[in-house]
C-alpha cells in the first residue's frame, strides 16, 4: 500500500470541470460593464523611422473613445531588467512587421479595427537585417543605435571549463560538425487577451492570459507610473502557454493605459495572425559542435558554438543565449568543455523562450553526434549512452551539482519497451529506428531580478467548517498547477484535493510565486505548498495528541480523517479535528516558502543560469518510416520515458510527456517560423502546420521515479524536458531509415526527396559564411543587399 | 450597422437575439447570449476550438451565420450535460487526463459527441477523423481517444 493517500492517485485534476462544462472563464470570457474593445495598429516594415503618426482621425472617428501611441509610454521594459530594449509601443522606430505601433480603444471590436486604418502613420524604410550573417558583419546598419556592442550582437558569452585542449588531444576520434535548428513558435490555440479595469478608487485591475503575473505587476508599475500596490494582476487561466505568455506585452499596457484614460474597463484580444508576430518562440540557432571521444566511446572534450537569431527584441535572451551551453554537461560525463554564444538581432518578430528554452536546439546537435559518434565507433546507441552517464549526486565540469539522476532508467525502460538494439540497423530500407537522450532544470536556480526573497510564497487556511484554501502565486496554464497545490495541501492535511479551494495567480490574494516558467511550479511552489499545509498538519496534530494523550507521531491524517495509528476506532473527522485546532491555537492560516539552496552551480560570471535544484531526465525512442518515393517521414511512433522525480499525479505526467512528445515532433517534421523579406510566410494555423490528430504519431508514455530528496514527496518537473529527446530521436532514425543526416530541422518531405535524389549523406549547414571565408561571405551579403536596393527602389523615369 | 433580431435554438431553449447580421454564429453565442463555452483560436475555420452542433451535426461556429440557422438545434458545451448529469464524454476526459489547458475541449468534445451519436465503438482511425478539424496543442491525442473509447463503453452498457 502506498504511504500516500493523495500522491500517486489517478484523480482527475481538481480543475478539469470547468474546461469540461464551458464554465472557466479565460480572459477573453470576461465581460464587463461599459467595457471598450482594443486593437493595436501594427507596422507594416521590418526596419524603418515612424516619420510621422496622426491619430487624430482616428480619434475623431465615432465610437472611438481614446487612443495611444510609444509616446505615451516611453518607458523601456522587458522581461529581464538588464537588457530592456523595448517600449509597450514603438517609439520613433519599427524593428520588425508585427510590431504594435498605436491602440486604439472604441465602443465594440468592429469600430476598434475599422478606425485603425484612420490613423496616419509614415514610414523611412531603413534597410532590414534578416539573418545572422547579415547582424554579425553590417556595422553600417543598427537595429538598435545605442546598444553598445559591435554591429547587431545582442550577447555574447564565452565560457571554458576544464583542459579542452588536452581532451581533444586525447582523443581517438573527433566528430565536428554544424547544425542548424529552424526557429519556431508555441501557437497556444488561446490567443493573449486581456482586460483592465481602472476603477473609481485609483485602483487597476489587470486581467490576462500570463504565465509570468508577479513579473508583469514589476513591469506595469514601470511603464505605467502607478505605483504598484495599486496595481492587481490576476493571470486567468492560460488556453495554452508553452513559454508564449511569459513576456510583458503591448497589449497589456495598452489595455491598462487606455482604462486609465477613459476609466472605463478596456478589453483585448489579438487575433490568431497576431499572435505569430508577438511570437518570443524557439530561437532559430545555427550550432557548431567538436567532441573528442576514446575508442570506447568515454568523452574527452566538447567546444560548443551557438549562433542565435534573436529578432528585434532581448525578451529572455541574455539566459536562452547561456542555456544553449549550460546543460550540455548533465547527461553524460564531460571532463572539458567551452562554449562560445552569441544572439543577435534581427528584424523578425522577437524570438524568446519556448518549452525546453534554449536547451532544446543543442540537446539535438549533441544527441544527434552521440549517434554519429556511437556509429563510428560501432557502438550500440543506448548501450553507449548508459556507459557514459554522468553519474547522480556529483558536480559536472560547470560546476552544476546534480542530484536524482534518471537517464539510465529511462534508457532501460524505453529499451524494453521497443527492443531498440535488437531493431537498430536492422530495419528495411525506409523503415528506422531512433534514440535519444535528455534533461532539464526543475525550475531555475536564480530569479530573473536579483533579490534574497523566496522564489515562491504559499498560505493555507482552514475555516471552521473544515474547508481548506491555498493561495500561491502560480499561473495555470494548463499544466496542471493548480492541481499541484490542491493535490500537496490535500495529502498533508489528510483531505482529498477536491475539498480544496485553489487561489492562484492573483497578485493580490497570493503570496508571490515567480511564475509558471522554466518548469520550476510543482518543485518550487510545491515545496512552499508543502511548508505552508505542513505548519498546519502541526497544529492539528498536537492538538489531538494533547486531547488523546498520545505522542503526536500517533496521530495520523488521511481521508478527512484524524486518528490515532494503534487505535483507529479513536478518529474524528477532519472538520472537528480543524475546530479542536483552531480552539487550542487560534486561527488557522499558515504561510510556507521555497528558496534554492545555495552552492548549486558554479562561481563564475554567467554560473546563474542552468543550476537547479533538480534536474529532471528523459529517453525518447522514435520509429519512422520514410517514404522514398515522395519523402515524407512518417513517425509511427514516440516511446518515452521521463524521470519526473515521483508522478504527485500520472495522468497529468503522462500528458506532458505526450504533449511533449507531440510538440517535439512538430518541431522536428514540419513547423518553421520563417520570413520573406521580414514578412512572416506563414502567420496562420493552416499555412504553419500544426500538426492534426492525423499526423500525430502513436505513444507510449512511461514515468520513471528517482524520488528526489529535495522535491516536494520526491517530484521534479515534467513539463519541458520530455520536448528535448524527440526531435534527434526522430532524425536518428531517418539516419537509421535512409542512411540520410538531418543536421537541420525540419525534416521535411521536400528536403528528404531531394536528398535521396542527389544521393546526399547528410543535409545541413556548413558553417558560418564569415568564418570559413570572410570575402566571399561579405560578396553574397553586398550581392543580396544590392539586389535588395535594386528591388525597393523603382528604376529611374518609371517613377 | 443594422441590428436584425433573429430567433436561435441553443440547449433547448429558443432565444431572440438583436445581432448584427455579419456577426458569426461564435459571435452571437458567446456575446450576445453569454455562451462563452464556446472558444475561438483563429476565427478562420483551422483550430475547431469554436465547433459546436447542428442539428446533431458538427459545425464551425465562426464560419456559420446565424441567419442560416432558423429552425436548427444549435448544441454548445454548456448544454452536453443532461440537466444535472454529466454527458459520458465528460466524465471520461476528466478521468483520463485529456483535458490539459482546456480550451480547446468544447469543440472536441462536440466533434467526439457527434462521432459516438453515430457509433459507441469508434476505431482509433475514426476518432482521428472526427477530430482531424480541431487542434490540440496540449495533450498530442492519446487521451484524447482514450476518453472517447472510455465514453463509447459507458454509453453502450
Redesign the interface.
Known sequence: MSEFSVVGK?S??VN???????????A??I?LPRMLYGRLLRSTQAHARITKLDVSRALAHPGVVAVCTGADMPELMGIMPSTQDETALAVDKVRYIGEPVAAIAAVDE?TAYDALSLIDVEYEPLEPILTIEEALTREDVRIHETSGRPANVFKDVHLEFGDVEAGFSEADHIEDAWYFFEGNT??????HSSVASYDGDGKLTLWTSTQVPHYLHRELEKVLGIARARVRVIAT??????GGKSDPFAHEFAACWLSMRTKRPVKFTL??EEVFYAHRGRHPVLMHLKVGARKDGELTAAHFQSYLDGGAYASYGIATTYYTGALMTVTYRLPAYKFDGVRVYTNKPPCGPKRGHGTTQPRYAFECHLDKIARKLDLDPVAYRQRVLQPPNSRTVNGLRITSMGLGQCLDEVQRATRFSERHRQLPRGKGIGVAGSAYISGAGLPIYWNEMPHSGASVKIDRGGGVTVYCGTSE????SDNVLATVTAEQLGVLPEDVHVVSGDTSLAPVDLGSYSSRVTFMAGNAVRQAAGRLRELIVAALAEKWGIPADRVALAYRKAYDLADPSKAVSFAEAAVLAESVHGTLVSVGSYKPPRGIGGDYKGAGVGPTPAYSYQAAVAEVSVDLETGVVTVERITEAHDCGRALNP??V??QI??????GYGEAIAEEQVFRGGLHKKP???EYN?P???D?P??R?IIVETVDAEGPFGAKEAGEGPLNPVIPAIANAVYDAIGVRFDETPITAAKVLDALQKNKERVGPDGLGSQKDQKGALRRLSASTAAREKKRTPPVGTR | ?TKTLLSLRVNGETHTVAA?PHHTLLEVL??EL???????????G??G?CTVLVDGLPVLSCLTLPIELDGAEIV???G??NGPQ?HPL?TA?????A????????GI?MSAKALLDRTTTPTREE???A??????????????YEAIEKAGTRMRS
Open positions: 489517478r482527475p485534476k478539469v470541470w470547468g474546461h469540461l462544462t464551458g464554465t472557466a472563464r479565460y477573453d470570457d465581460i468592429d508555441h501557437a497556444p490555440i488561446e490567443t487561466p492560460n488556453g495554452g502557454a508553452f487575433d490568431r496554464i494548463g499544466q496542471g495522468p497529468s503522462e500528458g505526450e504533449g511533449s512528445a507531440y510538440m496562420s494555423l493552416l500544426l492534426t490528430s492525423l500525430t502513436e505513444m508514455a | 450597422m448584427e458567446r456575446e453569454g455562451l462563452t463555452g464556446t472558444k475561438h483560436g483563429c476565427e478562420l483551422e483550430c476550438a454548445t458545451v454548456e452536453l450535460a454529466l465528460q476526459f476528466a478521468e483520463e487526463a483535458a490539459q489547458c482546456g480550451y480547446c475541449t468544447p468534445l476518432m482521428a477523423q477530430i482531424a478539424g480541431n487542434l490540440c496543442r496540449c495533450t498530442g491525442y492519446t487521451a484524447i
